[in-house]
């Protein structure tokens, strides 16, 4: 069983940065695929990265590439999405999920054991 909580979103203004962290409990964190997804209002729920178990790979999708970062540590079962020069069109609750079988490249929100409870990320124009 894994729990993920996220934090660290907040209202930014456009162009500013947030990181985003995801904490995980369980002993098998490093065993677990993890990604990041993002709903904003009244749109579909999408895809935003997603990092191997190891850390060695990270995929993102082709709206943030450039811009976002994710991260991991396995020793403290942490993962992260660093956010930079941020657009309001990235203002959503953004959740971190945990995928125990698939490659970074593969997982989606169905395929993913756990999910977080979400945080908000706010960019004003």
């Known amino acids: 069983q894994v729990q993920l909580v996220e934090s660290g979103g907040g209202l930014v203004q456009a162009g500013g940065s947030l990181r985003l962290s995801c904490a995980a409990s369980g002993r098998t964190f490093s065993s677990y695929t993890m990604g990041w997804f993002r709903q904003a209002p009244g749109k579909e729920r999408e895809f935003v990265a997603a990092?191997?178990?190891?850390?060695?790979?990270?995929v993102f999708a082709d709206s943030v590439k450039g811009r976002f970062t994710i991260s991991r540590d396995n020793a403290k079962k942490m993962v992260y999405l660093q956010m930079n020069s941020l657009k309001p069109e990235a203002t959503a609750v953004y959740y971190c999920?945990?995928?125990?079988?698939?490659?970074?490249?593969?997982?989606?929100?169905?395929?993913?054991?756990?999910w977080g409870q979400g945080t908000q990320v706010t960019v004003s124009s």
């Open positions: 990092i191997s178990r190891s850390g060695s790979s990270t």
């Open positions: 999920a945990a995928d125990r079988f698939r490659a970074a490249s593969m997982i989606t929100w169905d395929t993913c054991d756990y």
